[in-house]
């Protein structure tokens, strides 16, 4: 589309990527809901907002990627489980890197995963970080999708979650987003400005007070060592 200099028909588009109209219509929905393509009053396709977001973000994330990479690396030896760096996109986030523990039962992250930054740990990290203004106009749009049991459902258990994040400076999710997962975050600065969160990611079956203890503790290591870094 960036190529072709002015909005595409669907034909057009389908027979650049050579995939039936059936198949095109699910993936251009799918595109435009994130803003990765916007159609046109005529009805033809034309690159979104998103696109620039992404390219911006791409730019920004390739230096300090390497330095996130290596916490990974670290935190994911020090505790076995996986974890993985997201940053905020729009009102989700999305991880961009991510690193898979060795147990025989382990959850996997894919780079490009999104979820809403109420029900998962790093979501709600960083928005413990919001102001008050950000937060008010973020509550007044949000609207929360029940993927388990689990998930926040209301303005007054978001607070809450927010209030107890600031508190402690860890995110904590418990099956709110997949079942039979938990969750760790907590957010990374570089110079002072945010970037984005570390997260851990493990079963429940493996969740205990002992392994939180010591998964907050590896996390606050890790972002840290990161932090120091950029310092």
Sequence with gaps: MAGAGEPMKTTAISAVLDIPKSSLFHLLGTLEERGYVVQTSSGRYEIGPAIGRLASASTTSSSFLPVIEKALD????????????????????EVIATRTGRQALSYTMQIGDRAPLYAVSAGK?????????????YLQRVHFEPFTPNTIRSHDQLRQEIDRTKSEGVGFVNEEFTPG?????????????????INVALPSSRFDPTRALQIRRQLAIAVAKAESHFA
């Design 125 to 137: 990290a960083l928005l413990s970080q919001k102001d008050e203004v950000w937060l008010a106009a």
């Design 74 to 93: 670290d935190l994911c030896q020090a505790i076995n489980e996986t974890c993985g760096f997201y940053i905020e996109a729009g009102d989700h986030v």
């Design 181 to 197: 997962i938990v969750g760790f975050g907590a957010v990374v600065r570089r110079r002072g400005s945010l970037i984005g969160a």
